[in-house]
């Protein structure tokens, strides 16, 4: 069992809020277990948080979400998930300004989804 303190400052210095204090339980052995490897485990699982789960949260609003019977919440949280991974295939790295994006030219969408540049009036995948 390991303690991790994270404490979150400004590029001055400055402290921001308080000290997180988080526990890890790890099946390695101290020998096994070096701060370094361990550091950058955690690292790695704070990734993918911030890099899928922080997204839904926060671009998409998930944690506010009103769909909560049935299969709703796991089709809405595949659609968000579908947006997310085309906009990465297709190189953007911020996805509220992605999103945004193709909510203010449909075209944009279109072409995202079908793989091609819509042409003209009509924007269709067949």
């Known amino acids: 069992m390991i303690m991790v303190i994270r404490e979150r400052s400004t590029l001055a210095g400055a402290p921001i809020g308080e000290a997180d204090v988080a526990f890890a339980i790890t099946s390695l ?5 070096r701060p370094r490897d361990l ?20 671009t998409y609003g998930e944690d506010g979400s009103r769909v909560r019977t ?8 595949s659609l968000r998930n579908i947006a997310i991974g085309i906009h990465r295939l297709n190189g953007e790295t911020n996805m509220r300004h992605a999103t945004r994006s193709c909510c203010q030219n449909s075209r944009r969408g279109f072409t995202l989804l079908c793989g091609r540049k819509a042409r003209g009036p009509k924007a269709d995948c067949a």
């Not at 052995?29 to 277990?33: D, E, K, P, V």
């Open 70 to 77: 049935g299969s709703g919440p796991r089709v809405m949280a």
């Open 39 to 58: 550091a950058r485990m955690l690292r790695g699982h704070w990734c993918i948080e911030n890099s899928l789960h922080y997204v839904r949260d926060v």
């Open 29 to 33: 052995s101290r020998q096994q277990a």
